[in-house]
């Protein structure tokens, strides 16, 4: 599987930004996708994920109300960020497990395929 992140940029403080993931290569039936970021000099944290098909989708408490996950079909999944915020700062990376998985703690991981990673700067 490979996973292409795009979408990433410098924008203001409370702007928004759409991040997109197009996943490529082999496909399974069933899988959770998963939004991830790491800040300069911070671990990777989770944001956000997914499970496919029919699941629900999870928040980090951080980007509740402000982030929103979604997808156009079985390949490709979005991060609407709204309300940005600099906090926000990261390489936003996404990722995709084998297993569907239906809580928070479950979609922290682990994954099995990563993409590259897309940075977004928020400027307060």
């Known amino acids: 599987v490979q996973l292409q992140a795009s979408g990433g940029g410098l924008v203001q403080a409370g702007g928004s930004l759409r991040l997109s993931c197009a996943a490529s290569g082999r496909t399974f039936s069933s899988y959770t996708m998963g939004w991830f970021r790491q800040a300069p000099g911070k671990e990777r944290e989770f944001v956000a994920a997914?499970?496919?098909?029919?699941?629900?989708t999870n928040y980090a408490d951080s980007v509740k109300g402000r982030f929103t996950f979604s997808r156009d079909g079985a390949n490709t999944v979005y991060l609407q960020m709204n309300s940005l915020r600099p906090e926000d700062t990261a390489v936003y990376y996404c990722?995709?497990?084998?297993?569907?998985?239906?809580?928070?703690?479950?979609?922290?991981?682990?994954?099995?395929?990563w993409g590259q990673g897309t940075l977004v700067t928020v400027s307060s």
């Open positions: 997914n499970a496919w098909p029919g699941g629900r």
């Open positions: 990722a995709q497990s084998r297993r569907w998985m239906t809580t928070t703690s479950q979609m922290g991981g682990p994954y099995d395929y």
